[in-house]
């Protein structure tokens, strides 16, 4: 079976071929700890652990590295970096601050079922890691110091490289577009950025450096941290496609200057997440988080869904499509989920035959096939409710099915919707817990026969409405009474 991957720097899919198998190499871009971690990112490390798990379960032994900035993230257009002016704003000091959301973050990504990754580094661990990349690029020729600050020297670099690569934007255009801001009139270009920033008095983060008191730019934090512990060159970089034109199209830049070489041969970009069709954004008002979104204690998703389900229901887009999310498509995708879960615990029941009328060998190929053309988690949902209609053919003795096939079921499941897309365990999709609910609708069945039976058609109707008031159907057939859930 062949991987393949869309190359956001080749601008094409192309076949998935490590440098040095059976060991991948990958690199994702954390967050930045001076807030809670919004969908957005929860989207992207969700994706990247779905990826990070197909990737081990094809047998690869996989180096995940993912990073926290604890430092050097400038607020737009601002001298000062966001986890300082966070811990100015909430009176605490900046590892408070990062102590505080890296333990959020952590426990949302443990609710969402997300696997740690390999090493997850920190910008302030690797000051020294950075000072040393600076340094070099410095002694290269690609950057320049001014009055204690470090520039990378953009348009003296495009005249060799590709600076756009990744993007494939002009330029000029660049160039054009961008505004002079106040405090940066010591760069020689506009679109040069900085390595290491030279650090006014009252900065609370901020180190010891060859030119001074200061701390790193943003941008060489997860070059140092990826060259560090994947090597100069390695596999897949990844991160959300808001980083592609400024951050790893730097990154890319940097690592050229530092050795001369691009540092990830696959470049890896989740797509936007969307509200009701609308960025998120507070400036709208139409900001949901992670535990709004559990919970239902937000107006504009007034419905709380389980972690389960709303993992399932980013599994139904590719992560390289915009995933819009509204009261309508949870509701649909909690529905879908639920019959997933329902048919498949359903062959525990269905009695087998000697022959089967089933292809199993093709159904498992056509999973595999979805999430080797690029991770298509959308497809693999596809396949998997195409197999749960083969299921409920069988339960409905329509066709046959061996035993060993029956077997082979269950086995698929839980790899591709359990391993694989990573749907996190809960009381939702506990199979003990299913069972007993099994048991408790059956000994409703029974006393509603009974009432039947008895002529007491008033306390079996009453049965019948109140269960199909809490989703589960019933029906009447010549070889029993049937159940269903809504």
Known sequence: MQLYLYNTLAHKK?????????????????????NDV????????????????????????????????????LEDESDEDKISKRAKLERLEPMEIVQKYTVS????????????????????????EQQEMAMQILKNGWA?????????????????????????????????????????????GRLDFALWIK????????????????????HIECSAMSTKYLGEEFDIHGGGMDLAPTHHTNEIAQNIAYCGKSPARYWLHTNMLTLNGKKMSKSLGNVVLPLELISGNNPLIPKGFSPAVIRFFMMQTHYRSTLDITLDALNAAEKGYYRLLESFSSLDNIVSSDTSDINLSELKQKCYNAMNDDFNTAVLV???????????????KQIK??????????????????EILGIPPSEANNESWMKKIKTLVDILIDIRSEAKKNKNYILSDKIRNQMESVGILIKDTPEGTKWSIK
């Not at 990247?48 to 590295?65: A, C, E, P, S, T």
């Not at 495009?158 to 054009?176: C, D, H, V």
Request: glycine letters at 6%; charged letters at 20%.
């Open 401 to 418: 099915i061996t035993a060993k096939d029956i077997e082979e079921l269950k086995k698929l499941f839980q790899v591709f919707f359990y």
């Open 144 to 188: 320049y110091e001014v009055n204690g600050t470090v520039y990378f020297d953009v348009e003296k670099f495009a005249q060799q490289y590709n600076y756009t690569a990744l993007t494939g934007r002009n330029l000029e255009e660049l160039l054009n577009n961008t505004r002079e801001l106040d405090g940066q009139d010591e760069k020689r």
């Open 382 to 396: 596809a396949e998997l409710f195409e197999i749960s209609k083969i299921i409920n053919k069988a339960a409905e």
């Open 38 to 73: 919004h969908l957005g990112n929860v989207r992207t490390f969700i994706a990247f652990d779905v990826i990070f798990r197909y990737l081990n379960h094809l047998g690869y032994k996989v180096r995940y590295v993912r990073n926290i900035t604890d430092a050097g993230h």
């Open 14 to 34: 192309e076949k998935f071929e490590p440098i040095n198998p059976p060991f991948v190499g990958m690199y994702v871009c954390g967050p930045t700890v001076y």
């Open 105 to 128: 973050f952590h426990e949302i990504m443990r609710i969402f079922n997300v696997l740690p990754p390999s090493i997850e580094p920190t910008a302030t661990g690797h000051i020294l």
């Open 199 to 218: 650090a006014k008095p009252q900065h609370l983060m901020q180190w010891n450096s060859p030119w001074g008191r200061g701390f790193p730019g943003w």
